[in-house]
């Protein structure tokens, strides 16, 4: 089964920028090139929510708390989805997890993005 690896989370200051990878290992090329996948976070207290997502076509869709600040790519050879996050707020403060979109895959441990100066 596939095993999801977040990473590139840490500290960053408002207005900074941060990275995300997910790295969905043990899934075959072809289900991972034709899966719509995304990436979700969890704040402190708070249901996990959608934060962007990307089809094999290469399609995004954004939360529109992240739109314009958050881009979404993929990597069909590395079977990678990255989450470049600009322009960071406070609020975008939480544990950031990849998986498809109807969340169908065991979660990895995500990884935490603190924004604070």
């Known amino acids: 089964q596939a095993h999801l690896v977040e990473s590139g989370g840490g500290l960053a200051q408002p207005g900074g920028s941060l990275k995300l990878t997910c790295t969905a290992q043990r899934m075959i090329t072809s289900t991972f090139n034709s899966a719509i996948m995304g990436w979700y976070r969890q704040a402190p207290g708070k249901q996990r929510e959608v934060v962007a997502m990307?089809?094999?076509?290469?399609?995004?869709t954004y939360a529109e708390s992240v739109k314009g600040r958050f881009t979404i790519s993929r990597d069909s050879a590395r079977k990678r989805v990255y989450l470049q996050m600009n322009s960071l707020k406070p609020e975008d403060t939480a544990v950031y997890y990849c998986?498809?979109?109807?969340?169908?895959?065991?979660w990895g441990q995500g990884t935490q993005v603190t924004v604070s100066s």
């Open positions: 990307i089809t094999g076509g290469r399609v995004q």
């Open positions: 998986n498809g979109e109807n969340q169908e895959l065991p």
